[in-house]
């Protein structure tokens, strides 16, 4: 398992965006990705992307306003959010996993961040 810092929540109005950043302590892992948890909401899948050659994944739900990326010589992911809404609010976790390829199961990812709060109001 690796510790992994998420940072960049916060509270701000619809139609806002946030860009929310995951730090790494491992050198390297197969694949990285966000959920979040909205309250009395199971955690949802959002996004993955693999670490070496970046390919991506995308929930139907979010794809057309987040976008996943990272950079690997500072260990970092990040996740922009645009167009927020209401319905984004939730916990946001980033996530990661040491071997295997893309995939939207939490069950598959062993390293996990404490979260990041990001509230939108209306």
């Known amino acids: 398992q690796e510790h992994l810092v998420e940072s960049g929540g916060g509270l701000v109005q619809a139609g806002a965006s946030l860009r929310l950043s995951c730090t790494a302590s491992a050198r390297t892992r197969s694949v990285m990705a966000w959920f979040r948890q909205a309250p009395g909401k199971e955690r949802e899948f959002l996004a993955a992307?693999?670490?070496?050659?970046?390919?991506?994944n995308y929930a139907d739900s979010i794809k057309d306003r987040f976008t996943i990326s990272k950079d690997n010589t500072r260990n970092m992911m990040y996740l922009q959010m645009n167009s927020l809404q209401p319905g984004d609010t939730a916990v946001y976790y980033c996530?990661?996993?040491?071997?295997?390829?893309?995939?939207?199961?939490?069950?598959?990812?062993?390293?996990w961040g404490q979260g990041t709060q990001v509230t939108v109001s209306s």
């Open positions: 996530a990661a996993r040491p071997q295997g390829w893309l995939t939207r199961d939490e069950n598959s990812y062993d390293s």
């Open positions: 992307i693999v670490w070496v050659g970046g390919i991506t």
